[in-house]
């Protein structure tokens, strides 16, 4: 079975096992060795959510580097089962919600729920950023939230004004 070591923070060195997954595309070490090392230090008090949440390994870094709180948005049952069974194995069921739903429904239905740091990390194929990031910014951001995206082909210029 696949797997991904936690880089830092208080988990540091733990293992995520992930199943085989085409569509899994798993943020790599040393990029998010990088993202959590311009991160830091992460206020204490930080709601992290991990949009399109695969393995979790973003949320969970987060979590580990210091976030207080990670909400997980995941469709695909054998992946949603292996997050919650990672978050369990970690002791984190506390300072997690798993939710297993797509992210456009989470996105339509969520209210009133505010996010200090978003990893969005949505499958390349599909154009879900140019749908979903004005609503995420405009519902879920407060001043200072950071968003970190992952996209393969991503132009930022359909949202200038």
């Not at 830092?8 to 943020?27: E, F």
């Not at 739903?101 to 969005?120: M, P």
């Not at 004005?134 to 996209?151: A, H, N, Q, R, W």
């Amino acid at each position: 079975m696949p797997s991904i070591k936690i880089g830092s923070g208080k988990l540091g060195g733990r293992i995520l096992k992930t199943p085989k997954n085409k569509s899994l595309k798993p943020t790599p070490a040393r990029v998010r060795k990088q993202i959590f090392s311009w991160l830091q230090p992460i206020k204490q008090d930080c709601n992290c959510l991990d949009l399109f949440a695969g393995t979790g390994s973003l949320g969970i870094e987060a979590l580990s580097n210091g976030a207080s709180r990670a909400t997980f948005v995941e469709q695909n049952q054998d992946i949603y089962n292996h997050l919650y069974l990672n978050c369990s194995d970690l002791k984190i069921l506390n300072d997690v919600n798993i939710l297993k739903q797509s992210a456009e429904n989470y996105i339509r239905r969520t209210k009133e729920e505010e996010f200090d740091l978003i990893f969005l990390d949505p499958p390349y194929s599909k154009n879900y950023l140019t749908k979903l990031l004005p609503k995420i910014i405009e519902d879920f951001s407060v001043i200072g939230t950071l968003i970190y995206i992952e996209e393969s082909n991503f132009n930022f210029s359909e949202f200038d004004d």
